[in-house]
């Protein structure tokens, strides 16, 4: 099989990786044709899916199964909603509707329509709408997985006190066994203490049914059972829940449409409680209205109340006739569209008009009131001027405070009575809001509003974000705000100006304010979110909300906003309001009386005061409706301001003459005696309301006419200078006045009143004088295109209306005189050009498609389609099916509905009853909307071709709801697909799929958003295709798109367009009948019980299908349905795609997006399998996962690709900190082992730089694994048994890798501190060596890859990505400790079932190879695979399944398992004692059962019971050396177990088997109890490694354990940075293997024995203690390590010359590969060779440009002194510490240690140098004396040690210096200073296998005073020619130096050192004065030098400096001369000194 290599594994010397490749396909078996690439392969050709279906109509009505096979009846249906109304009936104008307009009628007809839509039944089962938690039931999770890892202290907890003494009671202390342990002892006495103590303790519980010997087969059997309880059903749900970081979603979400809505803003709600002044005479009369100062402009209408008495209102009892129940409203309702702080509430008051202002207002000033008098005049003004008002006060409130709960004006704010109205939780009552009100606050809010509780009140706030105060506003606390006056209105401050102006002064209150005259008066007012549900309300149109339960009580009104910026939303109820606001009059020139001026307001219908309409709204207590109304008046003002709002409700139909009329009155305040009116009228203008048509608004400035209009006058408008009338100011404009219109019928848009206009004629048929026939299409054109010109919002607003009309106009074009008009192609442009001008609008909301939510709603809800017989009685009806041109009437009706009676197809339909079946194309007379779409899009060309591709989602999906409602209108949903289209239609549709693919593979080279906007739009098409018309032909335009897309890859090998090709599968295979879509029957995986034939007939038409056209293909043909074969690819189309797609990307593609995109299509499938009901059955799924078998041989095939997961490190568990075990990657390097999901196949191609990333290999591997457990148990056999014997070891390889992957991680900070978390360090000790030796994975190669490994790793947490497990910490903050507990809790059970499947697999396996040949290498590697397993954190229920696996394995293949090569018992043995230490009683049963079994079977079949001993002993060794927290309290109650099991096994009893097993268990005890001490050390590592070092001498004269030993020290070292030291022990390692090999045979080539490697430590010769009389080599048992071989010695030394680089120490690797360059010749290792030369070069390299820079240890000489410290008492050490380490960090290591140890108080630092008297110490405390010692050499030795390298490699002396005086003090006078030098020698070199090494030899010599000085003045000379001659030369050393030498004024300089020593009378010179004055002459002449040099260096900034040194040098030259050359030198021998034993001392410095 492996030559028939994969299709896109055959030509891979084209892609970039080609190598990788190469080797990645040389293990493949595949299906594909042979060609270059995966992406040339042709793309199958699909089944005919009807007829297939049909063919096999039998076999599905059997199969148990068939509810998934095919869709259900009724899947798609056209329901009708009715649309949600607030109000009790629907707002509609009062004429009757077939009198308006045509375009009003739509508009109205649009506004109180049902809503079509579109149901598919199923589709909440897609991923496109739904996501998984909607579809997921709550887990039914069984209680929580336990993990040992979990029960693990972190390190602070591992050294406790218990701890501390709880064993060493009985013993020995282990420090103190000098030499050797006494666990080097094979045999143990068995009355020592260890037997005794052994056999006291307590053992686990016993597993007995291992003594019992059943039969494997039964046993097998029983453990399968086993291992399916309490299994968890779905895979992906365990995957830890999704969370969205990414800006992205899913490629196939398609939001769905938001239902239409009527637009609310945020809703406050304001009731007016109280209005009281401090008199009461007269009537008020309030407004409120809402401002913003900001943007000055009203947002809001006025709201008018009235909170008089009785008694007062009573007084205008003449002027108002009676009060409607809707004007006695207290409370109204605000919308807030765009909050800000700016809005402010203005209160207006005002009065019948009386006078003058300041008048009027001063009763309510005075402090002494004669309230009858005022009460009379009230009187008399109220019932002569009752119908006036005028202006009389006003104040405003800050919405911002109010929310605040503050107050702006700074008065008194009743704060008592805060939350007087409702106290409910403004949260609570939001969350009760029905489902239309949530659709329309999500809508509105566009994600900006998201509720919260109450909100912290704070006064002082002065910014506020929009969203925060949208929250605010929505959330805030009731609050009654009492208002204590308001500011009189000044009659010259009425114009909004003023209004805004004084708005700005109050946000910030100034001295302004204070000019304001304030009118006491009480105002309350209770302000507070609006409530959802509000009972009564009304709205802007008086229209009753519901619910509105009492007629009779005072409604609530809600007031129309008017929004700062217009809203993008369409009119959603019918409103026709136009709000009249006077606002300047100008009579200054007019002559007579009018200065008390008021405006009268009238809609006219007509010129007559009877055509006045009641269509004005009135204010408060008064009639609803009425036909006038006034401004106020402003007193003795020719010239007045206003700011009334009149409120006039429009006609639907707008006539010319309805027009407004004013008439101004001058009122007559005082009463006359001659005059018997109150108002004179003083002139008119008036308003037409309609203007070329359309409504107006805006602000016009009108003339006045001072005589009553003449007839006819309302045609025209008053600009227009009437013939014979009078106007005022010659025609001048003198009142302003605004109109501003809120109108759903209305626009003030040019271009589309224009195409209303050409929409009604042609309707009416009545065609303008000015176009006639030929003008009046023209004029539809034009019209219908300058659409695009009106403004955006305008279109929005209108939008369902505009797209009504004119997909109309598309379907049933219009006839002029008989013939009809072409309008089409117009329609089509017109729509193109529109939806471009919505795309365009940037704040209307889009998903991640381009998808306008906008358009998507009018699709799905408002969109009202024509349909063809929906007018039967059309006169063109009957005779119309003759002229057809476009469709083809279908011959096979008959034949169509006898199918159709089979219910082949099971698509819905409307809910009506099906009486006859109409065919769709039989007789269309009108067109159809999909047709004339589909025609009108494929003969587009220029700009509304490229308009209609940038927003085909929109066409499509108009398409898409035609196709649907035309089905269900002509009742053809149920028909067989076949037929329900024409064939016309869908040749349309081809071409249009074939020129969207085109156009989309243009885009993608530059305009990728565009091409990834068309390819989503065309996905989507095809997915509601499928759901709709005949699933071939759907499948024949997907293939047609696959093999557009994958020439054009082909050809240029662009990543965009698979990334579009991979995004179109996705959205397709989102379908909710996907499975049925892939026909998931008749195929081998799927047999069902009967094969039954389809007719021949039927097939054999599709003459492709060759494979199928028989019976179900035969079993032995199963595995091309396991391959992606040409015939797996068309039976199961969309999934073979799928799977190909990823193969395809996975092998040939390096971007890792595109891995991630294609392996996430495939889980994104898998996870919603699993959360499908439909699937929920085991059965189903076995059906659902055999679709995907070929998923199993992809997987294999990018096996070398994957991550490895084997070294990466959580996040969550650092194990880098702290004494945790052995970092993972150094202990297997140490020791040769396998890093743990290496597969051995494929170590060449873990190199390969773009592998898969580590979140895309787990999804894959999640995958593998959903299908490993999902399929059914037969088909995984029968395919396994046909793999070659490469694919089963590929296949062992990837569940291998799926144990790494799927371990569980604790999530915690600290390192856990147990082996357990870390078993993958002891997986396969030795194969990693012998990758080392083989030359992959050496040292170099393997840092390489652990950087690479590092840095995906890091590059995985910057992703993001929702389903990673592991997430980055600022999700952890962010997620709440509930949802962290539960993703742990699912992470336990992920981690569990994973565990389960494999191990399910793998006995799969196990059974397969059992019937092979080649068992013996099969059966290993499944045991690796298993201890692999058993190796990482497993869970406590899965462990005894895997233990048990474990035993029947060994069982059954024990002599396979254990031949001499393999490592399999080493492996077996280290991991079965580490689980023998688990703190876990269960898993320590199983272990110890599983140990003693594997020892009883190695006994009985009499095969090297010698060779498992040794195992298991040096297995104990590596375990405690390595575990900083081993239980060996857990490992004492294993070994006691197995005792047990040896003394009940009854079998054995005769032979010598207890008593081995006695002796091997005490002997571990042994060891066991030895190593416990090394807890107590776990935190002083130099102790900890004294211990180690003992151990590992104790096993002197047992090689293999000294090693291990050797490599624990070595790991300790790595932990700790200590590379030089790591690399030691792998030196002594090394020459114990030399030794060992040297005494096997003396190879040339090989090194002669340890003193081979003498040149690189002298200690090293402690290896060669091993000689034959205490080993011999072939001694049974010994020695058995690989690494005990000549390619273990070549791992070992590479590994130290590799720890010898890492630490800078290059110059031992030369005396290294001296001894490994022999060997490599003679195995003539070229590559080897040109390695060992190539390093060497790098390290002289490295060696030559560190010259002088390297920094090398720092030591340190300890002394300990004090019982406390057992046998360190009065012991010496130099410690060696890392470069650069100061004194007081020792000094605090050490002090905080053994504080922490015996006790501050006990122990004490010795600060002094000085010679310590133990016998005067206290023996109860601690002393510790720590100073800085240096290398010392005699300068014999200096000779040889040139370099700063020699002089500090092995070196063993060491010096440090005391200073003294004869009187006790350390420091004196120069003549008295003496100084003690002191030299240790330690027992051996450093640097060494430990890091202290023990001071054995201690002698001092002692310096006199001058001795001190001549050596002061030689360092100083030392210093001062190396700073001169140091190249570059550094100016500011040399003057630093300098200045210390010359420049020295202080005592002790040199100059002192001279006088006090050299005698200035011309004395004998003694020899050392003779030297001292030597050293002068030096000295002085290097200080010259040094002068010199610094002369050149100095710039000119620092000649003064120079200048200065220069007197300072001559001064001292002065000074010297005279001592330094007298005029007559004798030299005497003795020296005058006093010191003893120095009087003839030698000159020794």
């Given at each position: ?1871 008295e200073q003496y100084k003690r030098k002191t030299i240790l020698t330690t027992a051996v070199h450093f640097p060494y296998v430990k890091t202290r090494i023990q001071v054995v030899l201690r002698s001092q010599i002692t310096l006199t005073p001058i001795e001190v000085a001549i050596e002061d003045i030689q360092k100083k000379t030392v210093e001062l020619a190396n700073a001169t001659n140091q190249e570059p030369p550094d100016p500011k050393i040399l003057q630093m130096v300098l200045q210390g030498c010359i420049g020295t004024t202080v005592n002790q300089g040199p100059l002192e050192m001279a006088t006090t020593f050299l005698p200035s009378d011309g004395k004998a010179l003694t020899r050392h004065q003779n030297k001292l004055r030597l050293c002068f002459k030096d000295f002085s002449k290097k200080c010259q030098d040094a002068l010199k040099k610094n002369k050149n260096l100095i710039g000119p900034d620092q000649r003064d400096y120079q200048r200065e040194l220069d007197r300072n040098y001559k001064r001292f030259i002065e000074k010297l001369q005279p001592l330094v050359n007298p005029q007559n030198i004798t030299i005497v021998n003795n020296s005058p000194n006093r010191y003893p034993h120095a009087e003839n001392s030698p000159l020794r410095w």
């Open positions: 099989m492996a030559s028939t290599q994969r299709a896109f594994a055959q030509k891979l010397s084209k892609q970039h990786a080609a190598d990788v490749r190469r080797n990645v396909s040389c293990t493949k078996s595949g299906l594909l044709s042979p060609s270059s690439s995966g992406w040339i392969n042709e793309v199958v050709e699909p089944l005919e899916f009807e007829d297939f279906l049909q063919s096999y109509q039998n076999l599905i009505d059997r199969d148990p199964l068939r509810a998934i096979l095919d869709i259900p009846q009724g899947d798609v249906e056209v329901e009708i909603l009715d649309r949600p109304i607030r109000t009790i009936r629907p707002i509609l104008p009062e004429e009757k509707l077939d009198t308006l307009p045509p375009h009003v009628q739509t508009c109205v007809e649009c506004y109180k329509s049902c809503w079509k839509i579109i149901r598919y039944n199923s589709r909440s089962y897609s991923s496109s709408v739904s996501s998984r938690s909607n579809l997921c039931k709550e887990l039914p999770l069984t209680p929580k997985q336990e993990f040992e890892v979990d029960f693990q202290a972190p390190p602070s907890e591992s050294s406790s006190e218990i701890d501390l003494t709880s064993h060493s009671s009985g013993r020995q202390s282990v420090v103190s066994i000098a030499s050797v342990s006494s666990c080097g002892d094979t045999l143990t006495p068995r009355n020592s203490w260890a037997s005794l103590d052994l056999r006291h303790s307590a053992g686990d519980p016993l597993i007995l049914e291992i003594l019992e010997h059943p039969v494997p087969e039964t046993m097998d059997q029983l453990n399968e059972t086993r291992r399916q309880v309490e299994r968890q059903d779905a895979l992906f749900n365990l995957i830890t829940s999704e969370v969205h970081f990414e800006a992205n979603e899913p490629a196939e979400k398609r939001l769905p449409a938001i239902a239409p809505y009527e637009h609310m803003g945020h809703r406050v709600l304001v009731k007016c409680q109280q209005l009281t002044m401090d008199i009461e005479v007269e009537p008020l009369f309030a407004s409120m209205a809402m401002y913003d100062c900001k943007e000055r402009k009203k947002v809001s209408e006025t709201f008018y109340f009235d909170l008089n008495p009785e008694g007062l209102k009573r007084m205008l009892g003449g002027h108002v006739p009676y009060s409607d129940t809707s004007s006695l409203a207290r409370g109204c309702i605000f919308n807030i569209s765009h909050p800000s702080p700016d809005l402010f509430i203005v209160i207006r008051l005002e009065k019948v008009l009386q006078g003058d202002i300041s008048e009027c207002v001063e009763p309510y000033l005075k402090e002494d009131k004669n309230r009858d008098k005022l009460k009379s005049i009230a009187v008399s003004v109220c019932e002569r001027l009752g119908k006036y008002r005028q202006a009389f006060a006003w104040t405003a409130i800050n919405l911002v405070n109010v929310i605040n709960g503050g107050n702006s004006l700074e008065r008194d704010s009743d704060r008592d009575l805060i939350g007087g109205g409702s106290n409910t939780n403004s949260l609570d009552r939001k969350s009760s809001a029905s489902g239309l009100e949530q659709l329309r606050r999500r809508a509105t809010d566009m994600g900006t509003l998201t509720r919260r509780g109450s909100l912290e009140r704070q006064n002082k706030r002065r910014s506020w974000s929009p969203d925060h105060l949208a929250n605010s506003i929505d959330s805030f606390r009731p609050i009654t705000l009492t208002m204590s006056s308001f500011f009189k209105q000044e009659s010259d401050k009425l114009k909004d100006e003023d209004l805004y102006k004084s708005l700005q002064e109050l946000k910030r209150p100034t001295l302004v304010l204070k000019k304001l005259k304030c009118i006491p008066a009480t105002l309350k007012l209770e302000i507070s979110p609006c409530p959802t549900e509000l009972r009564n309300c009304l709205t802007p149109e008086l229209a009753k909300l519901r619910p509105y339960i009492d007629e009779k009580s005072r409604p609530i009104k809600e007031l129309l906003e008017f929004p700062i910026k217009e809203l993008l939303v369409p009119h959603y109820t019918y409103r026709n309001l136009l709000f009249v606001s006077p606002k300047e009059l100008n009579f200054s020139n007019r002559t007579g009386s009018s200065r008390n001026l008021a405006v009268r307001v009238q809609l006219m219908a007509g010129e007559e005061e009877k055509n006045a309409l009641y269509n004005i709204f009135g204010k408060s207590s008064c009639p609803e409706m009425l036909n006038e109304a006034y401004c106020a008046v402003t007193y003795h003002n020719k010239n007045p301001s206003f700011y009334d709002e009149i409120k006039i409700k429009l006609p639907a139909a707008l006539a010319d003459n309805h027009h407004l009329l004013f008439s101004f009155y001058h009122i007559s305040c005082q009463k006359k005696l001659d005059q018997n009116t109150v108002d004179t009228p003083v002139g008119y203008t008036w308003l037409p309301l309609l203007r070329d048509g359309r409504l107006i608004s805006g602000e016009f400035c009108l003339p006045v006419m001072l005589e009553p209009p003449p007839r006819n006058y309302s045609y025209i408008p008053p600009d227009v200078c009437l013939p014979g009338t009078k106007w005022l100011d010659n025609h001048k404009g003198l009142f302003t006045v605004t109109l501003d219109a809120a109108s759903s019928v209305h626009t003030d848009d040019p271009p589309i009143e224009r195409f209303f206009a050409a929409y009604d004629f042609v309707h009416t048929g009545i065609i303008p004088q000015r176009l006639g026939e030929v003008g009046s299409e023209n004029e539809l054109r034009s019209a219908m295109l300058g659409l695009s010109g009106a403004k955006p919002e305008t279109i929005v607003k209108y939008l369902p209306i505009i797209f009504d009309n004119i997909i109309e106009l598309l379907v049933q074009p219009p006839r002029l005189s008989g013939h009809t008009l072409n309008v089409g192609h117009t329609c089509f442009e017109a729509i193109c050009s529109l939806l471009d001008k919505i795309s365009n609008v940037q704040e209307l909301p889009v998903d991640q498609h381009g998808r306008n939510q906008l358009l998507a709603t009018y699709i799905q809800y408002q969109c009202n389609m024509p349909h063809p017989l929906s007018n039967q009685n059309s006169p063109d009806y009957e005779n119309c099916s003759s002229s057809m041109t476009r469709s083809t009437s279908n011959p096979d009706l008959e034949v169509a509905q006898v199918q159709y009676s089979r219910g082949l197809d099971r698509a819905a339909s409307m809910r009506v009853p099906t009486n006859e079946l109409l065919n769709p194309n039989a007789s269309i007379c009108q067109r159809i909307v999909h047709q004339q779409l589909a025609l009108q899009w494929v003969v587009s060309s220029g700009r509304s071709r490229d308009l209609a591709m940038q927003n085909a989602w929109f066409l499509f999906e108009l398409i898409i709801k035609s196709m649907v409602e035309h089905l269900s209108h002509t009742r053809f949903l149920d028909a067989p697909r076949k037929i329900r289209f024409s064939e016309q239609f869908l040749d349309d549709i081809s071409t249009l799929v074939h020129t969207v693919t085109a156009e989309l593979i243009s885009h993608s080279t530059s305009e990728t958003r565009k091409a990834h906007k068309l390819n989503a739009a065309l996905a989507f098409f095809f997915f509601d295709l499928l759901s709709i018309a005949d699933r071939g032909w759907v499948f024949q335009q997907l293939r047609s798109y696959n093999k557009q897309l994958q020439a054009k890859i082909a050809s240029i090998q662009d990543s965009v367009l698979v990334e579009l090709k991979l995004e179109f599968a996705r959205i397709i295979c989102s379908h909710e009948h996907y499975v049925a879509l892939n026909l998931p029957f008749a195929s081998p995986f799927m047999a069902t019980d009967s094969n039954v034939s389809p007719s021949p007939s039927v097939t054999s038409s599709t003459s492709q299908n060759s494979f199928l056209s028989g019976a179900p293909p035969s079993q032995e043909r199963a595995s091309t349905f396991a391959e992606l074969s040409s015939e797996y690819r068309q039976h199961h189309f969309l999934c073979g795609i799928v799977l190909a797609d990823l193969a395809t990307v996975l092998l040939e593609m390096h971007q890792p997006s595109l891995h991630t995109k294609a392996v996430d299509t495939l889980k994104q499938l898998l996870s919603w399998h699993d959360s499908d009901p439909r699937y929920s059955t085991v059965e189903a799924r076995q059906r659902v996962a055999a679709l995907y078998m070929p998923l199993l041989s992809i997987a294999m095939d990018v096996l070398p690709l994957l991550h490895h997961f084997g070294t990466d490190k959580s996040q969550y568990t650092n194990d880098d900190v702290g004494p945790s075990n052995i970092n993972q990657t150094v202990a297997m390097a140490i020791a040769g082992k396998l890093p743990p999901s290496t597969c051995d196949g494929f170590s060449t191609l873990q190199s390969r730089k773009l592998g898969i990333s580590a979140e895309v290999t787990r999804n894959i591997l999640a995958c593998v694994l959903w299908l490993l457990k999902n399929i059914e148990k037969d088909c995984l056999s029968q395919w396994l048994i046909e793999l070659s014997p490469n694919r089963l070891a590929t296949l062992l390889h990837l569940l291998d890798a799926s144990t790494s992957c799927f371990e569980y991680r604790p999530r915690r900070r600290a390192p856990p501190p147990s082996g357990y978390a870390h078993a993958q360090t002891t997986q396969d000790m030795r194969s990693r060596l012998e990758d080392v030796i083989l030359g992959q994975g050496s040292a170099r190669e393997m840092m390489q890859r652990r950087k690479g490994g590092a840095s995906q790793s890091s590059n995985e947490k910057v992703r993001w990505r929702k389903e990673q497990l592991y997430r980055p910490t600022s999700d952890f903050i962010e997620r709440s400790r509930d949802d962290l507990t539960n993703d742990i809790h699912l992470e336990g059970h992920l981690a569990t079932e994973a565990s389960f499947i494999i191990l399910d697999t793998l006995e799969r396996c196990v059974a397969t190879i059992s019937q092979s040949d080649s068992q013996q290498h099969f059966v290993g590697l499944a045991l690796t695979v298993l201890l692999h397993a058993l190796g990482k954190n497993q869970s406590t229920t899965v462990l005894p399944h895997m233990f048990a696996s474990q035993r029947s394995l060994v069982f059954k293949f024990h002599s396979a398992l254990f031949d001499e090569e393999s490592s399999h018992c080493a492996d077996l043995c280290l991991l079965l004692l580490k689980h023998c230490g688990s703190q876990i009683a269960s898993v320590r049963s199983q272990a110890a059962a599983s140990l003693y079994l594997l020892m009883r079977q190695t006994f009985q079949i009499g095969n090297n019971f010698a060779r498992v001993k040794m195992q298991v002993t040096m297995s104990l060794s590596s375990l405690v050396g390595t575990s900083a927290s081993f239980s060996d309290d857990s490992l004492r109650r294993s070994l006691k177990t197995i005792l047990e099991y040896g003394e009940r096994d009854i079998e054995l009893q005769e032979t010598t088997f207890p008593e081995q097993v006695r002796d091997l268990v005490f002997n571990l005890h042994m060891i066991l109890s030895d190593t416990v001490k090394m807890k107590e050390f776990q935190e002083d590592p130099e102790m900890l490694l004294d211990l180690m070092y003992r151990i590992a001498k104790g096993y002197q004269n047992s090689p293999d354990l000294r090693l291990t030993w050797l490599a624990n020290m070595a790991q300790k070292h790595m932990e700790r940075g200590n590379h030089t030291e790591a690399g030691m022990c792998l030196v002594h390692s090394a020459a114990l293997v030399a030794e060992y090999l040297a005494m096997l045979e003396s190879l040339p080539h090989l090194p002669a024995g340890a003193a081979a490697l003498q040149p690189v430590s002298p200690n090293v010769l402690e290896e060669s203690a091993v000689s034959d009389d205490v080993l011999s080599p072939e001694k049974e048992g010994g020695c058995l390590g690989s690494h005990f071989t000549e390619a273990g010695l070549l791992g070992l030394l590479e590994q130290a010359a590799s720890s010898f680089n890492g630490a800078a120490m290059y110059e031992p690797m030369n005396d290294i590969y001296r001894v490994l360059i022999p060997i490599a010749e003679n195995n003539r290792d070229f590559k080897k060779l040109a390695n060992i030369h190539g390093k060497l070069h790098e390290a002289y390299t490295r060696i030559d440009q560190l010259s002088g820079k390297r920094m090398f240890g720092t030591y340190f000489r300890v002394g300990f002194y004090g019982s406390k410290f057992g046998d360190l008492d009065r012991e010496e050490f130099i410690y060696k510490e890392p470069t650069l380490t100061k004194l007081p960090e020792i000094f605090s290591r050490l002090e905080n240690f053994y504080t922490e140890r015996f006790g501050a108080e006990n122990v004490i630092i010795i600060k002094d140098s000085n010679t310590v008297d133990a016998n005067a110490l206290d023996g109860e405390k601690a002393y510790i004396q720590i100073t800085y010692v240096e290398p010392y050499f005699e300068q014999y030795e200096l000779r040889y040690r040139q370099t700063h390298f020699d002089r500090n490699f092995n070196i063993k002396r060491f010096v440090y210096a005391t200073p003294f005086t004869m009187t006790g003090k350390a420091h004196g006078e120069l003549k």
